[in-house]
């Protein structure tokens, strides 16, 4: 990681019974092709951390990419490639709700306006 | 303020004599017509969806427009013309548009489709985002978020997004670079994204341009918040 790191971040809340299925589908279906538009899966996290059938859990997943071009040409290629919001459709039956930011650390903020 | 954008498509963008052609064609059909301002210009590298040329009218009353209407109908559907998408909308004023620069080198519009599911907040909160991205960027020289009121081409459009820039590096550099654009503004453009409200695609065009063309009424302080 470098101070011009950008961060992707999905939150997803997976329907209790749910999170394995949907853990491994991230894994085996999205993360090639969102790896293949240039984002780098920092990290993959769950809470609960227990495999718990009767528990809803939320999925985190951090994307890094390195500056805003980099960015910029990830975001471009999803947008070539229907591939992406399709799969995300296709989770909709195991989601109660997600969320997708785009994060910086707080010292690189200045430095990153000053374009 | 009544302004009709027009992008067009030709059959062979390569042929540079054809092009000048319609150019030469499409500047004095608009010379000819009542407009108070126009823009008629090939695109510039780097557009999506931008089209070839691009034709830019301002007219004082929506009444200007009709009457010229049909000679801009005209040249603008020539043989060597392969498609067009038109728009036409009231500039915005008020907090809407604002200028801090008066000599600007390349003129930018951003046509796009706010879906008819989002929301009143959801719209809410996407202009007032589009509209402090000059309060952050100093690049931005002039601007002007519009709805648009009259659409053709096939193309579904109900907001029109321009600005003015003294040179491509403020657009392609400080515009497009900046956190809030990445970081705040493009979630509503994003299909990956659950809050996206603008459906693909936009048309994002730009050429160059030798005269102020946004017609903010007054100059806005640039340090003033967009509401």
Known sequence: MTTDTIYVVDRVLVRSGHAREFIDAYLDQYVPRATARGLVLDRLLM???????????VVTATWTVEGPKEWWAAAVAA???PTASDWWRSMEPMVIERTRTTEA?????????RV | MYKVTRVLDLHDPDDELTTAMAVKR???AADASPAIATLVAPTLPGVRNGGDLLVHLQFREHDDWLRSR?????ATSDSSVRSLRSVEYIGATGDRAGRRSWSPQVYRTLLLNVEDSASPEQLHHFERA????????QAIGAWQLSRVVHVEGGSRYTHVW??????????????MFHPI????????????CPDQIIADRVCHSFCASTAPLIDAVEATNPHARAR
């Open chain 2, 162 to 175: 321009e600005q003015e820039f003294s040179d491509l590096a403020d657009l392609h550099c400080a515009y």
């Open chain 2, 181 to 192: 654009h990445w970081g705040l503004v493009d979630r509503w453009f994003d299909p990956e």
């Open chain 2, 26 to 28: 499409l500047r004095s």
């Open chain 2, 130 to 137: 589009t509209l402090a991205m000059p309060q952050h960027i």
């Open chain 1, 105 to 113: 650390e707080p010292a690189a903020v200045e430095r990153m306006s």
């Open chain 1, 47 to 57: 809470t609960p951390p227990v495999w718990d059938d009767d528990e809803e859990h």
């Open chain 1, 79 to 81: 947008r070539h490639d």
């Open chain 2, 70 to 74: 049909s000679a801009i109908d005209e």
